[in-house]
Antibody, heavy 121, light 108 residues
Framework: QITLKESGPTLVKPTQTLTLTCTFS??????????VGWIRQPPGKALEWLAL???????RYSPSLKSRLTITKDTSKNQVVLTMTNMDPVDTATYYC?????????????WGQGTLVTVSS | SYVLTQPPSVSVAPGKTARITCGGN??????VHWYQQKPGQAPVLVIY???DRPSGIPERFSGSNSGNTATLTISRVEAGDEADYYC???????????FGGGTKLTVL
């Protein structure tokens, strides 16, 4: 079965860079059509799509955060890493990674449990 | 960028039908996906490609999409359906993901 799990720091200081790792099992990111995305949710607020990496290493970023985000994959380790630079308190949120399969329009069928990241000095 | 608009809240009595809308410019021209999120939990896909249900999702959940509005319909609502619901599209023109603002479903 497909599982994903996010890991990373729970607390970062303003201006620091956040690095989150999504470790997954049950699928390979070298299989055609597969993608892994990152979505975040500030406390009490809506979901926000951040980034996606495809099996072929193609990448997509939210336009509003594109300058601050980098998504990479390590197929051998079954991991996807998201980095976000210049963190600010408004970036406090639960960050989720999720599996997708590109057949038609993309959606997220399996999600990690999420990891809460607090930005505070 | 593409914008999806959802009502902040919908209330329904147990056993009745809940309808949650998701508005977007010509949203009927793309596929809409719906997620259920209960407090403290990750979102769960309940409808994809407008009206398909993943395995394990009750038949009470259905979806439709036409014109400028997509709708998630929950029939015979149960207390356990109380949750936040989000619509999502993949904007194929820009190849980017978009979520709606979410709707809190309250079961009276």
């Amino acid at each position: 079965q497909i599982t994903l799990k996010e890991s990373g720091p729970t607390l970062v200081k303003p201006t620091q860079t956040l690095t989150l790792t999504c470790t997954f099992s049950g699928f390979s990111l070298s299989t055609g059509g597969v993608g892994v995305g990152w979505i975040r949710q500030p406390p009490g607020k809506a979901l926000e799509w951040l980034a996606l990496i495809y099996w072929n290493d193609d990448k997509r970023y939210s336009p509003s955060l594109k300058s601050r985000l980098t998504i990479t994959k390590d197929t051998s380790k079954n991991q996807v890493v998201l980095t976000m630079t210049n963190m600010d308190p408004v970036d406090t949120a639960t960050y989720y990674c999720a599996h997708s399969f590109v057949a038609g329009t993309l959606h997220f069928d399996y999600w990690g449990q999420g990891t809460l990241v607090t930005v505070s000095s | 960028s593409y914008v999806l608009t959802q009502p902040p809240s919908v209330s329904v009595a147990p056993g009745k039908t809940a309808r949650i809308t998701c508005g977007g410019n010509n949203i009927g021209g793309t596929s809409v996906h719906w997620y259920q999120q209960k407090p403290g939990q990750a979102p769960v896909l309940v409808i994809y490609y407008d009206s398909d249900r993943p395995s394990g999702i009750p038949e009470r959940f259905s979806g439709s999409n036409s014109g400028n509005t997509a709708t998630l319909t929950i029939s015979r609502v149960e207390a356990g359906d109380e949750a936040d619901y989000y619509c999502q599209v993949w904007d194929t023109s820009s190849d980017l993901g978009v979520f709606g603002g979410g709707t809190k479903l309250t079961v009276l």
